[in-house]
């Protein structure tokens, strides 16, 4: 999505930024852990074929992909490369066309260091936020591994509720409908959260 790709939003824990070339070699090694494409049911890519999912994720209006940064290192390096401060990333699609306010989200925290910090938590809050007021998503939707117990705790923390699981896929679909008491919530969550231009704000913001 083009939309995003000129922002940045700097949280407490997390910086999201938009998914550029630069990131693909990390997030391409990350991607050969059998566990994380079991996780995030990912086939198997070449670097080339990842520098052209890059592309097509940027390109394609029904998509919309922030890489996760550690603030705490990307505030300790500034000037430094983002690859080394690469925590995860977070997604939104909006795909069902019968629905355009449905946004389907996905979190992935690759690197098993930043894990069970609260990571991931302020990412989704932050991307929902997005949503909400840039994308006009209304509902929101995420679908989850059956064993995939932390992150199912993580979005039940976050008032979603459980509305169907699938033994053919294994997962689990859980729904959250912004109501006007919900949406203040999000909003309250994430008021701290600050908007950059992504590369003048990157070095500023530090």
Request: glycine share 6%.
């Amino acid at each position: 999505m083009r939309l995003n790709q000129n922002i940045l939003l700097l949280g407490k824990k997390v910086v999201l930024v938009p998914y550029t070339p630069e990131h693909v070699p990390r997030y391409h090694e990350w991607m050969k852990s059998e566990e994380l494409r079991r996780l995030t049911a990912s086939e198997p890519l070449t670097l080339e074929q990842e520098y052209v999912m890059q592309h097509s994720w940027r390109e394609d209006a029904d998509k919309c992909t922030f890489i996760m940064l550690d603030a705490e290192k990307w505030r300790a390096q500034p000037g430094a490369g983002e690859e080394s401060c690469m925590a995860g990333d977070v997604n939104l699609f909006l795909t069902d066309l019968g629905d355009p306010a449905l946004g389907e989200i996905e979190v992935m925290i690759a690197e098993p260091s930043c894990r069970g910090q609260g990571l991931g938590t302020e990412a989704v809050l932050m991307m929902m936020s997005y949503g909400v007021t840039k994308l006009g998503v209304t509902k929101f939707e995420a679908k989850i591994g059956q064993g995939n117990e932390p992150s199912i705790r993580m979005f039940r923390k976050l008032h979603f509720e459980q509305v169907a699981v699938s033994s053919v896929f294994q997962e689990v679909t859980l729904r959250l409908t912004m109501s006007e008491p919900e949406r203040q919530w999000l909003l309250e969550q994430t008021s701290h959260v600050e908007e950059k231009p992504y590369r003048a704000g990157a070095s500023e913001a530090r």
